[in-house]
């Protein structure tokens, strides 16, 4: 088997990987690496699980093959948090029960993380836009867009209206 | 195992090793090519692709603007000279996909799927084939219903026109998730007008055909015609004309068929 050599940066550090041609970036980051904060969901781009950032915009990991991030930049949730220090887009979310089972969190933080590195003061519709391709079955969506919107500093409906929701 | 990926400079290689590799596959974004070597319903020996920078550039020249067949859904929702195509891009796929998905690859999209070929419909798009060493242009609508589609052939670029006025090209999507969902139905039109009535309309749509199509009939009924009721009556009569809409898990046939002209009366009042 041929592997080819794949030179990224991974939350911040330079990194070197060999990898299969044609290896998907999910599969380096997850059985490579042991970054497994990307979920593997749907395997088809539909449910954003995956989503982690290149270069700073969101794509989905489960189609992106490692090749084609040669020289770029890779984020995703282990690089969030400052030594012990949460996010704040992590601490919103605890503060606002964004989520329940956790599957979706990780691409939903990563989702949240690119909206507001470019619109740190986003209107609820530009939250909304942000995750639509980013499911949950848990939620109904509202604590997590509460739970954005906090973040950024905008409180929407707020606690009360998450706890209802 | 992986299915192993090949990157040329010149596109014109990787359209030669398409042409003798058997079983090589061209790849796009990877919206459509991986998730169907993922999910089994393709095969593939290998994925060729060109990273030629013709590829992912924008470029207006006056009245038409050409759009290198890899340049993603979020440059053209970002790109100031297109703003009129921003609606389109933003209804295909989140964020993620957006910044994966190619104006090439959509022409590619299977049904119900391809809102952007809908919106280059409108615009009178050609498009600039690259097969063996040479590049040739085509009309989309002769393109979407050719071999060419199946072939070894990789498309370069797309040509189209730029809209008389912002406000003379519309758009609308109907999905059962907003605002990214598959197409129920989705319509595009260009309606250029002169002492205001409608001069060589031009009007497609999305998910009514096994791939975006014409719709003939509507252009010629609107022709010459204001953009009122009694204007679009005889527009709405003809509608679904030579539409071959089919039933999927997001909508009936039937539906579609009920639902066109609906959609159709609100986007040419709006």
Redesign the interface.
């Given at each position: 088997?041929?592997l080819?050599p794949v030179q990224f940066r991974l939350n911040g550090e330079e990194k070197a990987e060999f990898v299969?041609?044609?290896?998907?970036l999910i599969?380096m980051l997850r059985e490579k690496i042991g970054i497994t904060s990307p979920k593997i969901g749907c395997?088809?781009?539909a449910c954003?699980a995956c989503?982690v950032l290149?270069d700073g915009?969101?794509?989905?990991a489960?189609?992106?093959?490692a090749?084609?991030c040669e020289g770029k930049s890779i984020e995703t949730v282990e690089g969030l948090p400052k030594g012990t220090e949460f996010h704040a887009l992590q601490r919103a979310f605890m503060e606002n029960y964004a989520a329940q089972c956790g599957f979706c969190t990780s691409g939903m933080l990563m989702?949240a993380k690119?909206l507001l590195d470019k619109n740190p003061n986003p209107t609820r519709e530009d939250v909304i836009?942000?995750?639509?391709?980013?499911i949950c079955r848990c939620t109904g969506y509202e604590p997590i867009i509460n739970a954005i919107l906090a973040a950024a500093g905008n409180r929407g409906p707020g606690r009360s209206s998450s706890r209802s929701a | 195992m992986p299915v192993a990926l090949k990157t040329y400079d010149r596109l014109r290689d990787a359209v030669a090793a398409l042409g003798s590799e058997t079983g090589s596959r061209y790849l796009g974004g990877g919206t459509l090519l991986v998730r169907n070597l993922i999910e089994g319903s393709v095969q593939a020996s290998s994925m060729i692709r060109s990273t030629e920078r013709s590829m992912t550039e924008i470029r207006p020249a006056g009245g038409r603007i050409t759009v290198g067949a890899g340049v993603t859904m979020a440059q053209i929702a970002a790109h100031p000279d297109l703003k009129f195509l921003a609606p389109v891009a933003r209804t295909i796929g989140g964020p993620a996909i957006r910044n994966m998905a190619t104006v090439g690859g959509n022409l590619f999209a299977p049904y119900p799927y391809g809102d952007f070929a809908v919106a280059m419909l409108a615009l009178e798009a050609t498009v600039s084939v690259q097969s063996g060493y040479s590049p040739r242009d085509t009309a989309l609508d002769e393109f979407l219903l050719s071999a060419d589609r199946g072939n070894r052939a990789v498309v370069a670029a797309i040509t189209f026109r730029r809209p008389e006025s912002d406000r003379a090209f519309r758009y609308v999507k109907m999905s059962r998730t907003h605002p990214k969902g598959a197409s129920v139905v989705s319509i595009a039109a260009h309606l250029p007008a002169s002492g205001g009535r409608l001069s060589s309309p031009r009007v497609a749509y999305g998910a009514m055909a096994p791939t975006a199509i014409r719709a003939k009939a509507v252009e010629a009924a609107l022709n010459g015609k204001t953009l009122d009721e009694a204007g679009i009556a005889q527009a709405l009569a003809v509608a679904t004309e030579g539409c071959h809409p089919q039933t999927d898990p997001f909508a009936s046939d039937w539906y579609r068929r009920e639902v066109l002209p609906v959609y159709l009366k609100r986007l040419l009042l709006s």
């Open positions: 088997m041929t080819t299969p041609s044609g290896t998907t599969a395997y088809q781009g954003g989503t290149v915009e969101p794509q989905v489960c189609l992106t093959l090749e084609t989702s690119a836009d942000a995750i639509c391709g980013n | -």
